[in-house]
């Protein structure tokens, strides 16, 4: 006889696996058509999800829905900090820092103070929009410069920015989220409170990433070095949660952990290669998967009477992001960096590479439900945007840059 939990949990594994099977032939096709995945990965939850055939239908106010966002996020940014390199952010550190902070407020306001505008909605409702989609998309970045040799103090600045403006933009929508639904906190309490969850990630990434780094090193204490893949998942899971339940920025915390494990030698900590690349091979790949249920859950909570009604106005936002939000973020993070020297084809290549998506898919679906009267038209606009600059400028990257001289040499 079936239990009611046992039928749940068979349902569970049911959509996992109609999930996976047609993720999977959602990425054959994004490859054989040189097209970003998650694209294909959105339209492939519109297909089987409810607004088409209804295969799978997980509710997105469900402790499983949150639980594969939060994990997702937190897995990705984890990867994106294990690739961030020390030695790109001491040439361009000035450039990133100013992006990742100031630049990422800048794109908050400018596409806050626009949503407010074309949605006609309190300027907080825009700013919390803004700041879902201030963040970058790693995931979509890294895969692009890994096939296309572009310069390397682009490149790098380009992957390093990604990885940050992804826990900052968390923050910042954290603050938003909070400061829209309390209504008290002022500008000063804002900043302040952006600055606790920051430095409190910082520090607690830190500690969690150095003790994991020291148990895989290539030393005598380092007694989980066979263990190297469940060090890392320990790993990602105790910093956003010891984070967390210290009221830091769990995103902050498994970033800064996944640059410190990433970047042992710095630290004085040798990690054998072996146990490296098993470490950065089983989190990309636990990267990919998350990757492939948050976006064609995405696709799947996609309703089109709200798509109608919203649709065009977040298509209007999203270039307001892509136009105008952008270049402006860029001249005000380079201008300022003298020392990084930034020629006119390396800016201009900046102003376009700008895409959004794991990260601000996860956020939006955490956030809809905290604003439910606002939820439809965040998804609605999140859902645009990700789609517009996904297919739009990533899938353009190397065009670009081959149009504005960027490749290296030997290409």
Known sequence: MHTQELELAQSFLSTLLIIFVFGTLGGKVAERLHIPDVVVYVVVGILIGPPVFELIDIDPRSVLYQVILISGASFILFHGGMVTRLSTLRR????????????????????????????????????????????????????????????????????????????????????????????????????????RLAAGGLVIGGVVGLMAAFLISENDHGLLREFTPMVAVISVLASYLVAERLHASGFMSVFTAGIVLGNADAFRLTILERQAHAAHDFIDAVGLKFRMLIF???????DFGTLSAYGWPSLLVACIFMAIARPMTVVVSLLPDRKAAWRREEILFLFWTRETGVVPAALVGMVAGAVPE??????????????????????????????????????
Do not use: C, N
Not at 165 to 191: K, S
Not at 392 to 406: H, V
């Open 92 to 195: 361009v550190w000035r450039t990133i820092g100013l992006l990742s902070t100031v630049g990422v407020v800048v794109t908050a306001v400018v596409v806050g103070v626009g949503a407010s505008w074309v949605f006609h909605v309190p300027v907080a409702v825009g700013l919390l929009l803004g700041a879902i989609v201030a963040s970058t998309d790693p995931a979509a970045l890294v895969p692009i410069f890994q096939k296309v040799p572009v310069r390397e103090k682009v490149a790098h600045t380009v992957i390093s920015e990604s990885a940050f403006t992804d826990a900052t933009g968390a923050i910042l929508t954290t603050v938003v989220l909070g400061f829209l639904t309390a209504g008290q906190m002022g500008w000063f309490g804002v900043g302040a409170e952006f600055l």
């Open 296 to 302: 064609v859950l995405l696709g799947s909570q996609v």
């Open 374 to 411: 606002y939820g439809k038209l965040l998804l609605a606009a999140v859902f645009v945007l990700v789609l517009a600059t996904l297919a739009i400028q990533a899938s353009s990257t190397p065009w670009m840059a081959k149009r504005l001289g960027l490749l290296t040499p030997e290409v």
